[in-house]
């Protein structure tokens, strides 16, 4: 406890001494970005110390725009939502094992045009420790741009991030993981937007039987679904019902992932030595 008071006071220093240059802060609605929305709405000194910047992309899922603004309006935020398609480029389209570097990077050019367009010193993002543990290519990105991850600096892992927003009354603290749709199709393979719909359709379903971490995979007309192992009962009891909805959302065969959910599962197949030069810093030994 000693020590995590101590990395919370260090967390509280990052986040106000940034504010003393204003920073625009790229926002989710998720619980490490609300995280430090919330202290620096706490710490600054006038309002428009802080604004917040949302992506409005193809690849958002559904009810992460109204969270977000529900969540900076709570906490009298300014929010700048930036409606981009981040399918132009061929990187992102094709779903190279990249795809996340290059559109972190093309996403983070807007927010500091906002930056220089207010005048701030600084964009900030909620990357936490955790997330230079994994294959996250997209952090290489972050650090290319110059952006500052508090969270990380500070030391929190994503343990941390949950206790502390609980701990200030967050109640997006129990918020599971929403990664971008992406996420759910195959690397080297063309993303097909069309099917962005009948995932949310499909995740929103399996989260109404009371399913929390939940996962629809797309291998063209075929789904894969993961949940937590110890969610497998709620499947089978409802196995008729989730095999007529995907059907009906267009899915051939609905099959379930019998090792469970796993965030970034599609990663599994990519080689050792691939990931190693996104992400140099990860030990895989």
């Not at 779903?95 to 996340?100: A, F, L, T, V």
């Amino acid at each position: 406890m000693e020590n995590f008071n101590s990395q919370k006071e260090k967390l509280d220093k990052i986040i106000k001494d940034l504010l003393e240059d204003k920073f625009v802060l790229a926002f989710s609605g998720g619980v490490d970005s609300s995280l430090i929305l919330k202290l620096a709405s706490d710490f600054r000194k006038k309002r428009n110390d802080i604004v917040a910047i949302m992506y409005n992309t193809n690849t958002t899922p559904d009810g992460d725009l109204e969270n977000a603004q529900n969540l900076a309006d709570e906490m009298d935020v300014e929010l700048r939502i930036v409606n981009i398609d981040v399918f132009d480029n061929d990187h992102i389209k094709n779903n190279s094992i990249d795809r996340c570097y290059h559109c972190k990077s093309f996403l983070f050019e807007q927010a500091f045009k906002l930056r220089d367009e207010l005048g701030y010193k600084h964009v900030v993002d909620g990357s936490n420790l955790d997330d230079y543990k994994v294959f996250r290519p997209g952090v290489r990105a972050l650090n290319d741009k110059g952006v500052i991850s508090p969270l990380k600096d500070a030391g929190f892992s994503k343990k941390m991030v949950r206790a502390y927003a609980k701990e200030l009354g967050l109640e997006v603290y129990k918020r599971p993981s929403a990664p971008c749709l992406a996420t759910r199709f195959p690397y080297n393979q063309l993303i097909d937007t069309q099917k962005f719909d009948s995932i949310n359709k499909a995740e929103a379903f399996l989260k109404s039987l009371g399913l929390k971490n939940v996962r629809v995979r797309v291998y063209g007309d075929n789904s894969r679904i993961e949940v937590d192992k110890d969610d497998f009962d709620v499947v089978f009891k409802n196995t008729s019902e989730i095999v007529k909805t995907l059907k009906k959302l267009g899915f051939k065969y609905v099959n379930l992932d019998l090792e469970g959910y796993r965030s970034g599962s599609m990663d599994e197949v990519i080689k050792k030595e691939d990931k190693l030069k996104l992400n140099p810093w990860l030990d895989y030994e």
